[in-house]
């Protein structure tokens, strides 16, 4: 799932649930199951088998830009900042820690690049068309992440 849509669904679970630790937790358990639904990112459009840079950098640059009035939504609100921060981290937490924890642990790179491949097992090389996201049409993909954006964005804008 693209930072737009882990942030704007992880602040629609602040507004909506209110309970700090409760939201917080919410927030880590939803990164995996958000990373399991077929979502487009810059791999769908460019990897080993596609090299559609324009289209796979028109998908991030939207994507930047949704992030940042994402962000600018939830600076909106009157939630404590240490809160607010808290939420965002727990919310794009896999994203974040891989890079720093890939060296010491490479199970939890596995497990991480496995919510994306499912049912396929995350070992390299990985056969992306037997997997439920590889499957998934890139249309039907971005719709997905569009819808769960949108409905997310709307709650904030509540």
Not at 38 to 64: C, Q, Y
Not at 95 to 109: A, M, V, Y
């Amino acid at each position: 799932m693209t930072l737009s849509t882990h942030l704007a669904v992880s602040g629609s679970v602040m507004v909506c649930v209110g309970d700090p630790a409760l939201a917080i937790t919410i927030n880590v358990v939803l990164h995996p199951v958000l990373d399991a639904v077929p979502h487009a990112e810059w791999s769908t459009f460019v990897n080993a088998r596609r090299r559609e840079v324009g289209k796979g950098a028109t998908l991030m640059l939207i994507d930047l830009i949704a992030t940042g009035y994402v962000i600018w939504l939830l600076c909106q609100l009157t939630l404590p900042t240490r809160y607010l921060i808290a939420g965002l981290l727990a919310g794009s937490w896999m994203d974040w820690l891989q890079p720093f924890l890939h060296p010491l642990w490479p199970t939890f790179t596995r497990w991480h690049v496995w919510t994306h491949s499912w049912p396929m097992p995350a070992v390299e090389p990985i056969d992306w068309d037997k997997s439920f996201t590889g499957r998934t049409p890139t249309r039907v993909k971005l719709m997905i992440q569009l819808t769960l954006t949108y409905i997310a964005i709307c709650i904030l804008r509540s």
